[in-house]
């Protein structure tokens, strides 16, 4: 987590993580059904999963990335951009890493989530991981007794979590890289172009990279296959 020892007001360029993990509302949607808002008879084993899968994703980000809060399903990380900047192909490596780590708990979770009758822990199974990242200005920042990152980047970053992403190119899990991001990373050619559009922060253009691939096809090499 973030060191509240760290000075009051810090500001500097950031790349800013946030790892979601899809199909998370619907999963709780389904264990409130199931076993009710009353836990007195104890805590479903869903909840003890979704510690299990965010605890891979903190592990799978570190040390290149910092934990700066988790965020119900999602895990913020930042990262000093003089840090990675230039290297795209490490970052990618983490990432399929971080997401092979995942699926690999995701399944041992969702095996152990048939013991019993609960028909929401099973879907345990169906939950991904989706990421996307970006790099502008951020401050650290003490607020009351939290330390915060704080900035517009910030606040461009948590608006594309929510995205038409899977909508429109039918990716499952996969890691979008704002154009600040891959340029930064020196990865401009990686994935698919994408666009998305807010009413407050406008069009926010970048890459698209679906992880779990065994490669990652570039703008160049399907150009060369069609």
Do not use: W
């Not at 007195?40 to 899968?53: C, K, N, R, T």
């Not at 119900?72 to 795209?88: E, R, S």
């Amino acid at each position: 987590m973030v060191d509240a020892t760290q000075p009051a007001s810090m500001a500097g360029d950031r790349y800013l993580l946030l790892a979601d993990i899809s199909g998370y509302t619907a999963f709780m949607a389904g264990i409130e059904r199931d076993h009710g808002v009353d836990f007195s008879a104890g805590i479903p084993a869903g909840f003890a999963v979704l510690g299990e899968l965010l605890g891979s994703v903190i592990e799978g980000v570190q040390p290149a990335f910092e934990v700066a809060k988790l965020e119900g399903d999602a895990v913020f990380a930042i990262a000093p951009a003089a840090t990675l900047d230039g290297q795209g192909e490490s970052v990618l490596r983490r990432f399929e890493a971080l997401y092979a780590a995942f699926r690999a708990r995701r399944d041992v979770q969702a095996r152990s989530a048939t013991d019993h009758l609960c028909t929401a822990c099973p879907v345990v199974a169906t939950l991904d991981l989706k990421m996307v990242l970006h790099r502008g200005q951020a401050v650290r920042q003490m607020v009351g007794t939290q330390t915060e990152i704080l900035g517009p980047a910030v606040n461009i970053a948590h608006r594309l979590l929510k995205n038409s992403i899977q909508a429109r190119l039918g990716y499952g899990p996969y890691v979008f890289l704002t154009d600040p991001a891959a340029d930064g990373l020196r990865l401009a050619g990686a994935g698919v172009e994408h666009l998305e559009e807010y009413p407050d922060v406008g069009a926010i253009s970048g890459r698209v990279v679906p992880l779990g691939a065994a490669t990652v096809a570039t703008d160049s090499t399907r150009a060369a296959a069609i």
